[in-house]
């Protein structure tokens, strides 16, 4: 439901447009920024004829994390860091964030726009971030309040509103946020899939929550990465990484369901003109390594803590113990999925045994988490298997060469898959 706008009192009109100008000039991918006072901010969103809506944020759910309605709007429902500590890779500030239902669009678009009405004291911050579906799945979490560019035109577009106050102190308050979607903006070629070396560290924290509100569970199988960007919502796998040692022995397809470690704002897959930080290190290189290895940011992260380990990665216990057999932190090799084609299954059931042929007679490879996407280059007949979803000799091999039985795939996205 599309609420009515708020007048602005006329003597406090000067200082608002001053508010909107700074907010004008704000870097691409900035969250909200705090005004003297915990002032209302307000970020102007498209010109008129555009396609437009409003987040709800009077419906707070399971979805949610860390957030609550109160009678003046949205706000954290607890402003401590998660308990944990300053030396701690994981995040140092207190965060929040309500996931909005997707949006199916009139016409496909390529770029969304925000306008945030908020009350943001000083350290705080209030973000809306959105991101689009296309043929291939989501494109990653982009940052609407200086408008997100989509790299194709999407059809549906989904926003998540997040929440963040220093350890133990004031809270934002969002009052509204309103969505602009136009097709005015000029497109890219797609990129095809990266992989990067990067160092790997063991989460661990069993009973905590990750950045989408799952609790931590024993040998637990998914991925942590340093941006928001590329976390999935609760209970998805919609942004997946191919995490495999560096012999290529052993591989996961795990679920990115936290943010970290050290950073939050650390896209480093990503080229420096759409990295959200750190925009003159090399693409594929995280903030945490450079300040590792060569001091940069004289050694620390964007917390100003001292970096004590390079790490690009986290993985939760399952990932790092049963899935890649790691015994210690380790550099491995990172395919960022979401950022290729093609198409892709959803595992529905798992960890899935990978195998190098179209049988459980073959070895395996390491495994497929539960609702994990994994590409899917094309199939092959081989032994029945009878799984959750159907009993079926199709083998799917996937893009690294190993198979999967389709048993185990609640679905296909993103085109056809051809015959091998």
Excluded at 16 to 29: E, I, M
Excluded at 186 to 193: C, D, M, N, R
Excluded at 251 to 277: F, H, I, K, L, Q
Excluded at 391 to 409: E, F, K, M, P
């Amino acid at each position: 439901m599309t609420r009515p706008s708020c007048r602005i009192p006329s003597v406090a009109l000067i200082a608002t447009l001053a508010l909107l100008l700074a907010a004008a000039l704000l870097p691409a991918g900035g969250p909200a920024p705090a005004a003297p006072g915990g002032a209302p901010i307000t970020l102007v969103a498209a010109a008129p004829g555009d396609e437009r809506w409003s987040v709800d944020l009077t419906i707070v759910d399971r979805d949610d994390v860390n957030v609550r309605r109160s009678a003046a709007g949205l706000r954290l429902r607890d402003a401590r860091a998660n308990g944990r500590g300053a030396r701690s890779p994981h995040s140092a500030v207190a965060e929040g964030m309500l996931l909005a239902a997707p949006r199916t669009l009139a016409r496909p678009a390529t770029r969304v726009r925000a306008e945030i009405n908020a009350a943001v004291p000083a350290g705080a911050t209030v973000e809306a971030q959105v991101r689009g579906w296309r043929a291939a799945g989501w494109t990653e979490w982009r940052a609407a309040t200086t408008g997100a560019v989509f790299d194709r035109p999407v059809t549906r577009v989904q926003t998540r509103v997040v929440l963040t106050a220093p350890d133990g102190g004031a809270t934002a308050t969002a009052r509204s946020v309103r969505l602009t979607a136009d097709a005015n903006v000029a497109v890219s070629a797609a990129t095809p899939g990266r992989t990067y070396r990067v160092y790997a560290t063991r989460i661990g924290l069993v009973g905590e929550l990750t950045a989408n509100g799952r609790t931590v569970q024993p040998r637990d199988h998914f991925a942590a990465l340093p941006s928001r960007r590329g976390l999935s919502p609760l209970n998805t796998g919609d942004y997946t990484v191919r995490v495999c040692t560096t012999s290529g022995s052993r591989c996961e397809y795990a679920p990115v369901w936290d943010v970290g470690p050290w950073n939050t704002r650390d896209d480093y897959w990503n080229p420096s003109s759409v990295r959200e930080n750190w925009k003159n290190l090399p693409q594929g290189r995280p903030e945490a390594q450079a300040a590792y290895q060569s001091g940069y940011n004289g050694g620390r992260d964007q917390f100003g803590r001292t970096v004590l380990n390079p790490a690009g990665i986290d993985l939760a216990d399952g990932t790092f113990w049963d899935g890649l057999l790691l015994t210690t932190n380790s550099w491995v090799d990172v395919a960022y999925l979401w950022t290729g084609g093609g198409p892709r299954g959803v595992v529905g059931d798992g960890p899935l045994n990978i195998r190098t042929g179209a049988s459980t007679s073959y070895a395996t490879r390491g495994l497929a988490a539960r609702l994990a996407h994994v590409p899917i280059q094309c199939y092959v007949t081989g032994q029945s298997v009878a799984g959750p979803y159907r009993t079926t000799t199709r083998w799917n091999r996937l893009a690294s060469g190993q198979y999967v039985s389709h048993a185990y795939i609640s679905s296909v996205y993103g085109g056809s898959v051809p015959v091998c």
